[in-house]
C-alpha cells in the first residue's frame, strides 16, 4: 500500500525554475532512501538526484550538478527537487522512487535499488 504521487511538472522557459514534489503514503519503514529519475521520449531511464531519509546523504548526476537541489520534509512525507536554470536537455518526465535499503551512493543511481516508483510528472523546458 505504499504510494508515492509527484506533482508540480509542467511548461517552463529556459533559465528559469521548476520545484518538483513527490508525497509518501502507506506504511512506514525504518530505512528510506528517496531518488529522482527522469526519462526523455525514446531515451534510458537516467538518474536525477538521491537522497537519505534523515538527509545526510546526498547524490547528484553530473548534468544536473550545481542546478538541483534535492530535500525533504519527513514530517510531511514529501521529498522535493528544485530545479533551477532549467535547460531544454532537462525536458522529460520525471519519477520519484523510495527504497527500503539504507543510502548507499554505489547503488543510488541504479533502478534496481528502489522498492517503489511514482507515476512521473512531465517538466517541458523551451528554449
Known amino acids: 500500500q505504499v504510494q508515492l504521487v509527484e506533482s508540480g511538472g509542467g511548461l517552463v522557459q529556459a533559465g528559469g525554475s521548476l520545484r518538483l514534489s513527490c508525497v509518501v503514503s502507506?506504511?512506514?519503514?525504518?530505512?528510506?532512501?528517496m531518488g529522482w529519475f527522469r526519462q526523455a521520449p525514446g531515451k534510458e531511464r537516467e538518474f536525477v538526484a538521491a537522497?537519505?531519509?534523515?538527509?545526510?546523504?546526498?547524490n547528484y548526476a553530473d548534468s544536473v550538478k550545481g542546478r538541483f537541489t534535492i530535500s525533504r520534509d519527513n514530517a510531511k512525507n514529501t521529498v522535493y527537487l528544485q530545479m533551477n536554470s532549467l535547460k531544454p536537455e532537462d525536458t522529460a518526465v520525471y519519477y520519484c522512487?523510495?527504497?527500503?535499503?539504507?543510502?548507499?551512493?554505489?547503488?543510488?543511481?541504479?533502478?534496481?535499488?528502489?522498492?517503489?516508483w511514482g507515476q512521473g510528472t512531465q517538466v517541458t523546458v523551451s528554449s
Open positions: 522512487a523510495a527504497s527500503r535499503s539504507n543510502f548507499s551512493p554505489v547503488v543510488v543511481q541504479t533502478t534496481r535499488f528502489y522498492d517503489y
Open positions: 502507506g506504511r512506514t519503514f525504518s530505512s528510506t532512501s
Open positions: 537522497i537519505s531519509w534523515r538527509g545526510y546523504s546526498t
